[in-house]
């Protein structure tokens, strides 16, 4: 799920554009059509916004490349270009004539519709697959040259080749049954018109909706809905009925889905998610250009884009049912119901605004349910490690962090003593050259909350929730990515040694202001005895180093919010979670003792960070049977982080 979700983002980039695009094309469009004809102003709106529109597929490559990629600098775009570039230059219709030895009107109507949104993707991925695999490639002497990130692209041109190879024996297939199924569909009445809707839809995410729009549209099957209503002529009360549906959706029901997508956003996120889905919106009603927000959320959460598909089927065969009929030029928006209101071909336009207040709440009501009640990762609500913007947005954050870690690691005795670096929870886990080197009271004034040596090579550097930012800076700053800024006073004062100043930007940086109150009345969170913290098995616990609490040896799988608050932090692994409770109270659960190691193994993380949870709520499950299997004790302390004179209640 999470590669849909990054997938999803990626294509957040070149979706951005895409509505002011549409809006241009479509001006351009409505005056050409008022004016009778071509003019200088509509030439000019109609070029403007076709630049965009009419490369979307090829902005899908770029961008998929960049978004998709590791810690990309710009190479994996090139790669998502060379791609792009190969596939579809050796699949164009003149390309394929001199393969097959043919005459270039000879060739299958499939390499006519390669420039696709599909195509797009799929080379936006080779880009970034190839880029994260090859960026760091070393070659002999005599080729070190092409080393490197020079040998991204020459090894994406290959895989790129080999993908169309198989395109070229797989496209004209799956086109042609695209097509041969509309036709088929045709014969159904109303019922094949809410078929085509549904497909229509949900062939967008792969460019393929324009082989069944060629059966429909136009002459394919004898049909040429939209030619014969732009051109006022055909059968009243039958031309039109393949493009009536479209309206109501494009023009009302989908504007309501951005508003429910809008009022569940995360507050913090609402000003993000309100420029996307905004300005989707508006592309969508004036000028029925639905891309930018479709893709806003067909792979965060595809669910909703199958209700979407559904709807828009459901649409299509009520408006030819009714009847309703109205036709366009360029999409199912305002613009051209305007245009075509009095088209003789129109029937009942004004039904359609009718029907679109109904769709409208439909759409927002059945969004805004499923968004909540299944936690659905629609713009603004996606998971934290996903979201790249804020990063950008917060450097003072990152320059804290990279000044924390290269304390740590000069307190831990260079770059070169550190020979494995990895966290858990709330810990680096490393192993350590020369362990006498490490300096506990430097690590200490630095934010450690404290250090563990069991043994041999092993270190544990005890930091708190936001540990993986800390070991994240430490890669990049042990890699030569970065350098570390110059600290702020503040975090001077705590590397100088200054304790005061020391536990303020600790508490600041991981507990934020507010302080557990001193006993901390709680629902116990799973199922089992409860013990004195002192019994778990682990110092960085039985001790209180990360503060205190109790444990509980459970006896069930489950665990549940022990009371209304905000999820603080997730894990990959599923091991862990932290809460910021209502009342302040910053606790963490930890499920077992060294549980990471199980790399999430019999965990399922069942909210995600920034969720509101109520008591009672399920946070997590796991498999007791399975971490004891995997020689782990199953003890689990809940631990209270940000006041260590609290005391832990259970009720």
């Known amino acids: 799920m999470k590669f849909f979700q990054r997938l999803g983002r990626s294509i957040m980039l070149p979706v951005a554009v895409l509505p002011v695009a549409a809006i241009l094309s479509g001006v351009g469009y409505w005056i050409k059509t008022a004016a009778g004809g071509d003019n200088i102003v509509s030439t000019f709106l109609a070029a403007a916004g076709g630049a965009l529109l009419n490369n979307m597929a090829l902005l899908f490559a770029i961008g998929i490349s960049i978004g998709m990629a590791k810690k990309t600098d710009g190479t994996s775009a090139l790669a998502g270009l060379v791609s792009w570039l190969v596939i579809t230059t050796l699949l164009k219709p003149d390309t394929v004539a001199l393969f097959q030895g043919v005459a270039v009107g000879k060739v299958d109507a499939a390499f006519s519709n390669v420039e696709n949104v599909f195509v797009g993707i799929l080379c936006g991925l080779i880009g970034a697959w190839c880029y994260d695999h090859f960026k760091d490639t070393k070659l002999p002497d005599a080729l070190s040259f092409f080393s490197g990130k020079r040998s991204v692209a020459i090894v994406t041109?290959?895989?790129?080749?080999?993908?169309?190879?198989?395109?070229?024996?797989?496209?004209?297939?799956?086109?042609?049954?695209?097509?041969?199924?509309?036709?088929?569909?045709?014969?159904?009445?109303?019922v094949g018109t809410g078929i085509y809707g549904f497909l229509n839809r949900l062939l967008i995410p792969v460019g393929l909706h324009h082989a069944l729009n060629s059966v429909f549209w136009f002459d394919v099957?004898?049909?040429n809905d939209l030619n014969n209503f732009l051109a006022g002529q055909g059968t009243f009360g039958e031309t039109g009925q393949y493009m009536t549906g479209f309206f109501p959706v494009m023009m009302f029901g989908l504007p309501g889905a951005a508003l429910a997508m809008y009022m569940t956003a995360k507050t913090k996120r609402k000003k993000i998610a309100y420029g996307i889905l905004l300005s989707g919106a508006i592309s969508s009603f004036f000028v029925g250009v639905t891309e930018p927000l479709e893709f806003s959320f067909m792979f965060l959460a595809p669910v909703l884009y199958l209700i979407h598909a559904v709807f828009m089927g459901i649409s299509m065969a009520i408006s030819q049912i009714l009847p309703v009929r109205m036709g366009f030029g360029f999409s199912g928006g305002f613009i051209d119901l305007v245009l075509g209101w009095t088209n003789p071909m129109a029937q009942n336009p004004w039904l359609i605004p009718v029907m679109g207040v109904f769709w409208f709440f439909i759409y927002f009501f059945v969004f805004y349910f499923f968004i909540k009640r299944f936690n659905l990762k629609t713009p603004g609500r996606e998971d934290d490690e996903l979201v790249d913007d804020e990063v950008s947005a917060t450097?003072?954050?990152?320059?804290?962090?990279?000044?924390?870690?290269?304390?740590?690691?000069?307190?831990?005795?260079?770059?070169?003593?550190?020979?494995?670096?990895?966290?858990?929870?709330?810990?680096?886990?490393?192993e350590i050259d020369d362990v006498s080197k490490v300096d506990d009271t430097a690590l200490k004034r630095a934010g450690a909350a404290g250090?563990?040596?069991?043994?041999?090579?092993?270190?544990?550097?005890?930091?708190?929730?936001?540990?993986?930012?800390v070991k994240d800076a430490m890669e990049r700053l042990m890699s030569g990515e970065v350098t570390a800024p110059e600290p702020t006073t503040s975090a001077a004062a705590s590397i100088a040694g200054d304790g005061t100043a020391a536990t303020t930007v600790l508490t600041e940086e991981k507990?934020?202001?507010?302080?557990?109150?001193?006993?901390?009345?709680?629902?116990?969170?799973?199922?089992?005895?409860?013990?004195?913290?002192?019994?778990?098995?682990?110092?960085?616990?039985?001790?209180?180093?990360?503060?205190?609490?109790?444990?509980?040896?459970?006896?069930?799988s489950?665990?549940?919010?022990?009371?209304?608050?905000e999820v603080g932090a997730t894990f990959d692994t599923g091991h862990a979670i932290g809460l910021t409770l209502d009342d302040g109270t910053e606790l963490l659960i930890h499920v077992g003792i060294d549980t990471v190691e199980m790399k999430g193994d019999g965990f399922k993380t069942l909210v995600a960070k920034g969720d509101h949870?109520?008591?009672?709520?399920?946070?997590?499950?796991?498999?007791?049977?399975?971490?004891?299997?995997?020689?782990?004790?199953p003890i689990t302390p809940v631990v209270v982080l940000n006041n260590e004179d609290a005391k832990i209640e259970f009720r």
């Open 157 to 190: 041109a290959g895989v790129s080749l080999v993908a169309a190879i198989i395109l070229f024996f797989v496209w004209p297939f799956v086109y042609g049954g695209l097509v041969s199924f509309g036709e088929w569909i045709v014969t159904l009445g109303p």
């Open 221 to 223: 099957a004898g049909i």
């Open 395 to 430: 450097g003072s954050k990152d320059d804290a962090y990279l000044v924390t870690a290269a304390s740590f690691i000069e307190g831990l005795g260079g770059t070169a003593n550190i020979t494995d670096l990895d966290n858990c929870a709330t810990r680096l886990r490393m």
């Open 451 to 469: 250090t563990m040596k069991s043994g041999g090579h092993s270190v544990q550097v005890v930091y708190g929730l936001n540990v993986q930012f």
């Open 511 to 556: 507990t934020g202001d507010a302080a557990a109150p001193a006993v901390v009345s709680l629902r116990q969170p799973l199922d089992g005895e409860v013990v004195p913290l002192n019994r778990v098995p682990d110092a960085t616990f039985a001790e209180e180093i990360m503060g205190p609490g109790v444990a509980i040896m459970p006896t069930g």
């Open 558 to 565: 489950l665990v549940i919010a022990p009371a209304d608050g």
């Open 613 to 633: 949870v109520t008591e009672g709520t399920p946070i997590l499950r796991f498999d007791r049977k399975k971490i004891m299997a995997a020689g782990f004790d």
